[in-house]
């Protein structure tokens, strides 16, 4: 008999191929694990990989809270060129050269970027103003005002600067847009800027070290598919489920 | 200004748990060596200043802070311009600064995460080395905890944008407040049998948008409240600023003019948009039944 007879439960750690959805990973998950109860705690953008966390039956009761954890990232900002995504899937808003820059001005460019601040969402995103998704509009050409989001940049650390590439580690708070972080960058050095590259790292206690590939995970058995799900209890405190 | 000054430095957004014990520590100071308990704060918060895109959004305007500051004890408060030329001076210089602008100066209290001088270098230890030469004693206070978390005017301020009222409370020890004059309404609420007082309340921080049990606070009296902090998508074609409506559950509501504060105690559910005003109203009534059992009122009160 198949473990999978009872209702599969419990949190799955994924690391998002480039390309997909999220939503095209919780596809594949609910065919793996044979029910529609799949949900994820967090969007990753198609070009991002890294941990995405998924919730399968009734662990997607831990949702919200999954959902508010701080979140860490490694990207890679292109400096010279913006985009109207703000990112490498959106199409050239301008070039600009890259001035010669030291790792130093670049560090100190990033470290009047840390703290408590609002920030006001990208208009190819997909939060709704209106009932509207707001990447809907801006596919007509439409952008419209939005309310800022607060936010808050924990650390944002170089790793490398190899001209026009910067490397980078970001921690900060749920809702944070990292590629408005790497346009917001560009136009503090000047050059503008769009985020060529973006892996999750980690969503509160729950790392990408844990996290399997959707190949890896096509590969398991049904016992193992089972023995993958972290009980909710182990990653969520039972009084954030009210 | 005379007598010795004890003085707590910081940024005293929120006056949380924290910062109430480092004002804690300086009304120890002045009660052992007799003096006052003075406050340095700066205004506007240096952020502003340095980097006005992506400034840090206050809990408190300045009046709130004043309150929140006397209340904990301080008698006496210093408002220092932050200016780019106050940014520039080099930590080693700071105790000196501090010195000359009060020579009364005995003792410093800051939290243990305080920094000062040009691009924060100065922090507590090398407030300690640098002051002793001046004969000032410095207390570095420890952060305060609860539960897991380090209470900090951060996490308060995510807190409140998140709807997590009730942990934002706690490490503020007094309750969330807004402040402000009641403004003239567009009376909409009166046609559905919830009339309202609504708040001319623009705050730095926005809390979650979403409807709250409260107390309105009006000539000293406290009076049980639900109110709602929202665009109010229902009644609104498009998004507006938010404003602050509050409907009086008990007692004789305060009118256009009066100044009010509004005590906020549970966060009840985020703003939602519903298909018309009849949907609209038998939400309220059920927003209603709660904020009262959260205020503690009985259900055979009469509202008058």
């Given at each position: 008999m198949s473990a999978l007879n009872a209702e599969p439960e419990g949190i799955l750690l994924v690391d998002k191929p480039q390309g997909l959805t999220s939503h095209d990973v919780v596809d594949r998950i609910r065919r793996l694990y044979q029910t529609r109860r799949v949900g994820h705690a967090g969007t990753l953008d198609p070009m991002a990989t890294g941990l995405l966390i998924l919730l399968v039956g009734k662990a997607t009761k831990a949702s919200q809270y999954l959902m508010s954890q701080e979140k860490t990232y490694s990207g890679e900002a292109t400096l010279g060129m913006t985009t109207d995504s703000q990112d490498a899937d959106g199409a050239m808003v301008e070039t600009r050269p890259v001035p010669d820059l030291t790792a130093e001005a670049i560090q100190a460019a990033m470290k009047t970027m840390l703290g408590d601040q609002y920030q006001t969402p990208p208009m190819h995103s997909a939060r709704k103003v209106g009932g509207k998704k707001l990447y809907e509009l801006a596919r007509q050409g439409i952008e419209i005002a939005r309310e800022p989001r607060f936010i808050r940049v924990e650390s944002f650390k170089l790793l490398e600067w190899n001209a026009p590439k910067v490397t980078f580690d970001v921690h900060c708070t749920k809702g944070t847009y990292v590629r408005t972080l790497a346009y917001d960058l560009g136009e503090k050095l000047g050059c503008g800027a769009h985020l060529s590259a973006l892996r999750r790292t980690s969503s509160g206690t729950l790392k990408l070290d844990h996290a399997m590939s959707l190949e890896k995970l096509g590969s398991l058995s049904p016992d193992e598919l089972v023995a993958r799900l972290i009980p909710v209890h182990q990653a969520v405190p039972s009084i954030a489920l009210g | 200004m005379t007598a010795p000054l004890h003085l707590a430095i910081g940024a005293?957004?929120?006056?949380h748990l924290g910062h109430r014990a480092v004002l804690h520590s300086a009304r120890q100071a002045a009660r052992t060596h007799g003096g006052l308990v003075g406050v340095l704060t700066y205004e506007p918060h240096p952020s502003k200043v340095l980097r006005p895109q992506a400034a840090v959004p206050m809990i408190f305007g300045q009046a709130q802070k004043t309150d929140r500051l006397t209340e904990a004890g301080a008698q006496w408060i210093h408002y220092e311009p932050f200016t780019p030329d106050h940014a520039a001076m080099p930590a080693a210089a700071f105790p000196a600064w501090l010195k000359q602008k009060f020579p009364t100066l005995q003792t410093i209290h800051v939290g243990d995460n305080f920094r000062y001088g040009h691009q924060r270098a100065g922090d507590g230890q090398s407030l300690l080395q640098n002051s002793q030469a001046l004969g000032l004693t410095v207390r570095l206070v420890d952060a305060v905890q609860l539960g897991q978390e380090t209470v900090s005017s951060s996490r308060i301020r995510q807190a409140l944008s998140q709807g997590e009222l009730a942990l934002a409370n706690q490490m503020l020890l007094r309750p969330y407040e807004a402040e402000g004059v009641i403004g003239p309404g567009r009376q909409l609420g009166r046609t559905i049998g919830f009339p309202t007082i609504n708040l001319t309340w623009q705050p730095e921080l926005q809390p979650a948008l979403g409807v709250y049990a409260v107390e309105v606070i009006h000539q000293g009296t406290a009076l049980p409240a639900v109110a709602n902090f929202g665009q109010r998508p229902t009644v609104e074609n498009g998004p507006v600023a938010p404003l602050l409506e509050a409907h009086i559950l008990r007692g004789t509501a305060p009118t256009t003019g009066d100044r009010i504060r509004v005590r906020w105690l549970n966060y009840l559910r985020s703003e939602q948009k519903f298909p018309n005003l009849a949907a609209l109203q038998a939400q309220i009534a059920i927003d209603t039944v709660q904020a009262k059992e959260c205020l503690g009122l009985t259900g055979d009160v009469v509202t008058r």
């Amino acid at each position: 008999m198949s473990a999978l007879n009872a209702e599969p439960e419990g949190i799955l750690l994924v690391d998002k191929p480039q390309g997909l959805t999220s939503h095209d990973v919780v596809d594949r998950i609910r065919r793996l694990y044979q029910t529609r109860r799949v949900g994820h705690a967090g969007t990753l953008d198609p070009m991002a990989t890294g941990l995405l966390i998924l919730l399968v039956g009734k662990a997607t009761k831990a949702s919200q809270y999954l959902m508010s954890q701080e979140k860490t990232y490694s990207g890679e900002a292109t400096l010279g060129m913006t985009t109207d995504s703000q990112d490498a899937d959106g199409a050239m808003v301008e070039t600009r050269p890259v001035p010669d820059l030291t790792a130093e001005a670049i560090q100190a460019a990033m470290k009047t970027m840390l703290g408590d601040q609002y920030q006001t969402p990208p208009m190819h995103s997909a939060r709704k103003v209106g009932g509207k998704k707001l990447y809907e509009l801006a596919r007509q050409g439409i952008e419209i005002a939005r309310e800022p989001r607060f936010i808050r940049v924990e650390s944002f650390k170089l790793l490398e600067w190899n001209a026009p590439k910067v490397t980078f580690d970001v921690h900060c708070t749920k809702g944070t847009y990292v590629r408005t972080l790497a346009y917001d960058l560009g136009e503090k050095l000047g050059c503008g800027a769009h985020l060529s590259a973006l892996r999750r790292t980690s969503s509160g206690t729950l790392k990408l070290d844990h996290a399997m590939s959707l190949e890896k995970l096509g590969s398991l058995s049904p016992d193992e598919l089972v023995a993958r799900l972290i009980p909710v209890h182990q990653a969520v405190p039972s009084i954030a489920l009210g | 200004m005379t007598a010795p000054l004890h003085l707590a430095i910081g940024a005293f957004d929120g006056i949380h748990l924290g910062h109430r014990a480092v004002l804690h520590s300086a009304r120890q100071a002045a009660r052992t060596h007799g003096g006052l308990v003075g406050v340095l704060t700066y205004e506007p918060h240096p952020s502003k200043v340095l980097r006005p895109q992506a400034a840090v959004p206050m809990i408190f305007g300045q009046a709130q802070k004043t309150d929140r500051l006397t209340e904990a004890g301080a008698q006496w408060i210093h408002y220092e311009p932050f200016t780019p030329d106050h940014a520039a001076m080099p930590a080693a210089a700071f105790p000196a600064w501090l010195k000359q602008k009060f020579p009364t100066l005995q003792t410093i209290h800051v939290g243990d995460n305080f920094r000062y001088g040009h691009q924060r270098a100065g922090d507590g230890q090398s407030l300690l080395q640098n002051s002793q030469a001046l004969g000032l004693t410095v207390r570095l206070v420890d952060a305060v905890q609860l539960g897991q978390e380090t209470v900090s005017s951060s996490r308060i301020r995510q807190a409140l944008s998140q709807g997590e009222l009730a942990l934002a409370n706690q490490m503020l020890l007094r309750p969330y407040e807004a402040e402000g004059v009641i403004g003239p309404g567009r009376q909409l609420g009166r046609t559905i049998g919830f009339p309202t007082i609504n708040l001319t309340w623009q705050p730095e921080l926005q809390p979650a948008l979403g409807v709250y049990a409260v107390e309105v606070i009006h000539q000293g009296t406290a009076l049980p409240a639900v109110a709602n902090f929202g665009q109010r998508p229902t009644v609104e074609n498009g998004p507006v600023a938010p404003l602050l409506e509050a409907h009086i559950l008990r007692g004789t509501a305060p009118t256009t003019g009066d100044r009010i504060r509004v005590r906020w105690l549970n966060y009840l559910r985020s703003e939602q948009k519903f298909p018309n005003l009849a949907a609209l109203q038998a939400q309220i009534a059920i927003d209603t039944v709660q904020a009262k059992e959260c205020l503690g009122l009985t259900g055979d009160v009469v509202t008058r």
